[in-house]
């Protein structure tokens, strides 16, 4: 559910037509809903009920100051991936004792600073990061709050590139390995064991590979209770699907939160939720003009204002974000086009042979479900400026993020003396 939807035949993201927000703040626009973010951190909130559970919103998948505020105000915390993030998330009112940091790389700097203010718990990823996690917080005095992300060895995500919980993938711990790692753990002098971490993937729609996912780290859980290592939490990570497309249904989180509950069982053990497409993904759009309309060798290309630098997912995943015009009329003939950027690439393509209403020469076009992994990822590839986001709130826009003029995006850039004099 979200609140974009036509009015009049105008496209309108709450009570702002799409058109005056284009007219006012340029494209190509992220556009995000207030309502919806709200609304998505409310049904997962509420799905899990009276259940212990923290909800720490994956900053990575929109980690706009305007976004993370308006979840902070809702009582969010924070999954964090870089001391950058976790800085964000301060700012915003996130307190650090509902911040997680997670990733498999956090480099000493990272450790110290989330040390120093007092997040709720790292989830660490290998042995060499437990001794370096260890030793930093005993010069410093203090125990790390800790979960191992285990590598559950299950297969999940709706592209290769977005699943994580194979023996292949980078991340966790092994899985066979990780009563002797807890152990050690348990024997090092600046840790304090908490939770048990997993996360398998992303945009699972089937509950499927989750739950089995989820099965294993109960039984683990209990194993290790049983070894007299202290569990009282769990964190299940984020990946819950969303639907990209009409007609789409994935598990909902409702059904998401029952699967859970009923893994559970009788353990008692606080939640740890780490939603971030979830939340994001459908509470934004991104608007686009159409600069020419090409036709050649029997195609017909739109070329867009918007490139890959500004929504990398149809490159980087191959995903196809619902397209709309954002005037819409239906006595329009429905053609096929190739939707293309202007960047001098050929991945720079959102869509091949996509169905359209006829488009002409400054129309506008939106991206559905353009919340999540969609400005985070953008990039001044071409020296594009990074484009604008704007958040809206029933009647009210604000610009969230400001696109750099052409000086400041060369202003650290240095030209070495010896070429100056
Ligand atoms: C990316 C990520 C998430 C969020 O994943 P979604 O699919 O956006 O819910 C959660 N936890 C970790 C560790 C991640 O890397």
Known sequence: MHHFEYRDGVLHCEDMSVTDLAARFGTPLYVYSTATFRRHFKVLADAFG?????????????????????????????????????FRAMKA???????????????????KAALEAGIYQFNVESVPE???????????????????????????????????????????????????IYELAMSLPGIEVKGVDVHIGSQITDLTPMRAAFEKVVSLVRELRSMNVPITRIDLGGGLG????EGETPASPAQYAEMIRDVLGDLDVELILEPGRMIAGNAGIFVSKVEYIKERDGRRFAILDAGMNDLMRPALYQAVHELKPVISNDDSPVIDYDIVGPICESTDRFAKDYPLQEIHSGDLVAFMSAGAYGAVMSNQYNTRPICAEVLVDGDKAALVRKPP??????????VPEWLTT
């Open 405 to 414: 003029t052409f000086d400041e995006m060369i202003a650290n850039e240095v």
């Open 242 to 245: 969303i639907p990209y497309r």
């Open 130 to 180: 437990l001794y370096r996690l260890s030793e930093i917080a005993a010069s410093m005095d203090t125990k790390a709050p800790l979960a191992l992300r285990v590598n559950p060895h299950v297969s999940a995500g709706g592209h290769a590139h977005i699943s994580t919980g194979a023996a292949e993938h980078k991340f966790g711990i092994a899985w066979h390995e990780a009563k002797s």
């Open 50 to 86: 009276s259940q212990r559970s923290l909800i720490a919103y994956s900053v990575k998948a929109n980690s706009n100051m305007g976004v993370l505020a308006t979840l902070a105000a809702m009582g969010s915390g924070a999954d964090v991936v870089s001391a950058g993030e976790m």
């Open 93 to 111: 009112g996130i307190p650090a004792s509902k911040i997680v940091f997670s990733g498999v790389g956090k480099s000493a700097e990272e450790i």
